[in-house]
């Protein structure tokens, strides 16, 4: 099945201590894009990547980093989480193709940071 | 950069006919997405304009009038299961996309 993993699915963290969502596609999709959603905000873009080794800061950057070393991994790190950073994630990929540009998301993580 | 404007919420009966504006000033814009995010789930993709006009997928169509730095999600024959929140995205360069606020539609029987 198609589809976007992310993991864990509900974190639980304290102020500091360094955390990273995993992401996976199986779908062979070069575009890669996190996003935070928060009550009244909507959806927020942090950090996307258009292939391997090659990412850019979205709007919400700060506090985050992201690598793609391999095409279907894109894990989304927080070196010194903060509660500010209490979110709903999402992970999304898209093959960008055609006339295809829509993002296929994954099932969010929740994350707490106390 | 882009931003995007839509109302935050529309109720309507079953059957009846919603259509949801989103309006986007913005530099760089390739083309308007619309998403769909049903309570506690994730958004999905519903339609993408990159040029004007009318894009029809079964009960759903999207507009786009890049002259007019506007769009539109029309929801025909409600159901039920259309009750969710709508995102209009502005595309831009590398696939990058800058989402609306969402707009909650709520059907009732």
């Known amino acids: 099945e198609a589809q976007v993993t992310q993991n864990p699915r509900y974190l639980i963290t304290v102020t500091g201590k360094k955390l990273t969502v995993t992401c996976s596609q199986n779908?062979?999709?070069?575009?890669m894009s996190w996003y935070r959603q928060d009550p009244g905000l909507g959806l927020r873009q942090i950090y996307y990547?258009?292939?391997?080794?090659?990412?850019d800061k979205g709007d919400v950057p700060e506090g985050y980093k992201v690598s793609r070393k391999e095409k279907r991994n894109f894990p989304l790190i927080l070196e010194s989480p903060s509660p500010n950073q209490t979110s709903l994630y999402f992970c999304?990929?898209?093959?960008?193709?055609?006339?295809?540009?829509?993002?296929?998301f994954g099932s969010g993580t929740r994350l707490t940071v106390v | 950069g882009q931003s995007l404007e839509q109302p935050s919420e529309v109720t309507a009966v079953e059957g009846a006919i919603v259509q949801i504006n989103c309006t986007y000033q913005?530099?760089?814009?390739?083309?308007l997405s619309w998403y769909q995010q049903h309570d506690g789930g994730a958004p999905t993709f519903l339609s993408y304009?990159?040029?004007?006009g009318l894009e029809e997928t079964g009960r759903f169509s999207s507009f786009l009038s890049r002259s007019d730095s506007y769009g539109y999600l029309l929801l025909q024959e409600l159901q039920m299961k259309d009750s969710a929140s709508y995102f209009c995205?502005?595309?831009?360069?590398?696939?990058?996309?800058?989402f609306g606020g969402g707009t909650r539609v709520l059907v009732k029987p």
């Open positions: 990547s258009m292939n391997v080794e090659v990412t």
């Open positions: 913005t530099s760089g814009f390739y083309g």
């Open positions: 779908m062979n999709h070069e575009y």
């Open positions: 999304a990929s898209s093959s960008g193709g055609g006339h295809n540009y829509g993002y296929t």
């Open positions: 304009n990159a040029l004007d």
């Open positions: 995205a502005g595309r831009a360069a590398g696939n990058k996309l800058t």
